[in-house]
């Protein structure tokens, strides 16, 4: 219901949208108000106005409305920027809030809905308990694991490839369940391109049981196929057929014959028909050219890098002007010469498609094969022969109990400024067996524990010193960054505390949650150096405990471990310092970890050279696509016939057909009212479907 300011109601609705409601920078377009608070605005402009440049400004409103109106924090988080045929929407309340587009503004309920949920579907992404392995085969794992990894860093598209007969389905119940479940969505839509998949599908979903539950998955949640009647609300998982979908957002009749088989197999094609596109796009529409041809001639990287020097707007906010496109000179062969160059491109790009996904499927090959060689390594089953042939002379138990007696006591105590945190003893027996001689530690046994330096521009230290320190950007899985060290003032005292040295491990304290726990060994790589505070520092107690083994388990095992203790705040996951010491960590003979470095070593030099191979084949692979174009448009890729049409000819004809240059003419647009306050019925009259809520986010 829209309202102005001056006869406002707030509870004449269940969402109220208040014009021209004053804030500190001005009035705002729309002031939203659902259940009487007010929880968001909306900026408005006239049709065909480029939004993305206009966010900050709808951020400086929200930020500035009347203080007296917000009871607490996180109420006023919905921001919209939108016109009559386009809406950016932002929520606030996201790890990292970005505009994106939407097809409506979202209903009084849904906004409500929302404020009462204690974290956003993304945060909740990022909060993902451990996946539960059960039963599941490593591609399935992997598939799982990545895909929340990706939707965690606010990936929104992501393509699973796996083999046929690999458990595709199987891998959608598992990961459907754990959306549902964890990550707090609504709804999951299966789709499948004709019936007898659906019916399998919905099949595989009733006979799912989600590990840890010990039920099946339809008495959890309900499980519905779409049928022509329209969708149920209570349903948790939709599964349905292409067709069906489309029938229903079209209103087209579909009969059950019509989903049996796949638009594929029919060959059914649809007539042309109108759409709107956003101002975000140039649409080109050619009259001389091969649309293909036309294509290839944009893709090409001199075309982009010129069009990328010639564009215009502020930074951020950068576009092709429309201009450069009209007057950008273009190559033109004959009608006939054209089709012939990109029947051949199109040949010679689908041979370089095989090769690269050859090299793809080399590089996942590689990525498994890695994985695999490093859980071998800090399990022992990469040493086994080793160990049947030799007998240390100290065991890992032997080390430990050296390095306690050395030490005074049984823990260690974890220094955290001058308070001290000691280690609980291990529990062991749900931890996996280990190879004989070898023992569990926690990782606050096997070294000094400390946090790094805060940055705080305010600090004035008593006695300066100016030093490079490590970030979170700088700490890697299994490598250290030092493309870009910064450095800090500190007090003197300061930086010769956490001064790093050779064979200290690094182990991040926060970031994203993938990020916890990931590190490496520090060998000296800068003469001197300190860490910050979201950087953990382990200092190994005795020479015998091998830092590089330490780190392999951390960055493999020990992810499990990091995600299970790690805490999510509003912004960041982050692990402590106590959590982090109680690690369990196996700690093997010193001898054995020795060979176990060495045999890493050497293999993961191989992989990575492997990997480099791989990486220069795809760049070379992107650089012979070019040559080809370069080639095609050089009149040099396909034979020259002299009975073509001259492309000379071939303007001229279109030119004689459009006397203002190929111009069409164009509509001109009518102007009414006040263009500096569009109406925006979307407002008042949401998505009339009751089949469809427009949340967005299901």
Request: glycine content about 8%.
């Amino acid at each position: 219901m829209v309202q102005s300011r001056e006869e406002v109601n707030r509870s004449a609705g269940p969402g109220i949208a208040v014009r021209e409601f004053p804030t500190a920078s001005g009035p705002v377009d729309y002031a939203l108000f659902v259940g009487g608070t007010l929880c968001g605005v909306v900026e408005a402009k006239p049709e065909g106005t480029t939004l993305s440049g206009f966010a900050d400004q709808a951020a400086r409103y929200l930020g500035s409305v009347p203080e007296h109106l917000v009871g607490r924090e996180g109420q006023l988080r919905f921001e919209y920027v939108a016109s009559g045929t386009e809406i950016l929407f932002r929520d606030y309340a996201d790890p990292a809030p970005r505009s994106r587009r939407v097809f409506f503004f979202h209903r009084p309920e849904t906004l409500r809905r929302w404020l009462g949920e204690p974290m956003t579907i993304r945060r909740q992404l990022q909060s993902m308990p451990p996946l539960l392995t059960e039963r599941l085969r490593d591609c399935q794992i992997d598939a799982v694991t990545n895909l929340e990894a990706s939707l965690a860093a606010d990936h929104p598209r992501a393509l699973i490839q796996m083999a046929t007969g690999a458990g595709k389905t199987y891998t959608a119940c598992v990961f459907g369940h754990r959306l549902l479940e964890h990550a707090k969505f609504r709804r999951v839509l299966f789709l499948a391109d004709r019936a007898n998949l659906v019916r399998q599908t919905r099949h595989e979903f009733e006979d799912f049981r989600p590990p840890g539950t010990g039920r099946s998955f339809t008495e959890l949640y309900n499980v519905q196929r779409l049928v022509p009647a329209g969708l149920d609300q209570d349903a948790s998982v939709v599964i349905a057929t292409i067709q069906r979908v489309y029938s229903m957002l079209t209103g087209r009749e579909l009969s059950g014959e019509d989903e049996e088989r796949s638009g594929f197999e029919t060959g059914a094609s649809e007539p042309q028909r109108l759409v709107h596109y956003t101002t975000e796009f140039h649409v080109l529409r050619p009259e001389a050219v091969e649309p293909r041809y036309l294509w290839y001639w944009l893709v090409r990287h001199a075309f982009r890098h010129e069009a990328e020097r010639n564009m215009s707007g502020s930074a951020g906010q950068l576009r092709v002007p429309v201009d450069y496109l009209r007057k950008s000179p273009i190559s033109v062969a004959p009608l006939a010469a054209q089709r012939r160059i990109v029947a051949r491109i199109d040949e010679l790009f689908a041979e370089i498609a095989e090769g690269e996904a050859a090299l793809q499927r080399a590089r996942q090959g590689l990525d498994t094969w890695r994985r695999a060689l490093l859980k071998a390594a800090v399990t022992g089953e990469l040493t086994r022969d080793w160990r049947e042939a030799n007998r240390p002379a100290e065991t890992g138990a032997d080390l430990l109990a050296r390095i306690r007696a050395e030490r005074g006591s049984w823990g260690q105590k974890v220094l955290r400024g001058r308070r001290g945190i000691t280690s609980a003893p291990l529990d062991a027996s749900a931890l996996p067996l280990l190879p004989e001689g070898w023992v569990w530690a926690q990782l606050g046994d096997l070294g000094e524990i400390v946090g790094g330096v805060t940055v705080d521009k305010k600090r004035k230290p008593a006695d300066p010193v100016e030093v490079p320190y490590l970030r979170v950007a700088n700490v890697q899985r299994g490598y250290i960054d030092l493309s870009e060290v910064k450095k800090i003032r500190v007090d003197r005292s300061v930086a010769g505390s956490l001064e790093l040295r050779a064979d200290d491990i690094l182990l991040n304290e926060g970031g994203d949650r993938d990020k916890i726990g990931r590190g490496w060994v520090w060998q000296g790589e800068l003469p001197i150096c300190i860490h910050q505070n979201h950087v953990f520092r382990v200092r190994p107690h005795h020479n015998s405990i091998n830092p590089f083994f330490v780190s392999h388990y951390a960055n493999e095992i020990g992810r499990t471990f990091f995600i299970e203790k790690g805490k999510q705040t509003t912004n960041l996951a982050s692990i402590s310092l106590s959590k982090i010491s109680e690690l369990p960590v196996p700690v093997p003979p010193a001898a054995e970890a020795e060979i176990i470095i060495d045999r890493l070593r050497g293999a993961l030099v191989s992989g990575a050279d492997n990997n480099r191979d791989i990486s220069e084949a795809r760049e070379l692979s992107s650089a012979i696509r070019q040559s080809i174009l370069k080639t095609a448009f050089e009149g040099q890729l396909v034979p020259q016939d002299p009975t073509d049409e001259s492309a000379s000819a071939l303007l001229a004809r279109m030119r004689n057909g459009y006397p203002n240059n190929g111009a069409r003419g164009r509509r001109a647009r009518a102007v009414v009212g006040d263009s500096s306050h569009p109406s925006l019925p979307g407002l008042a009259r949401q998505s009339g479907d009751p089949r469809v809520e427009p949340t967005g986010d299901d």
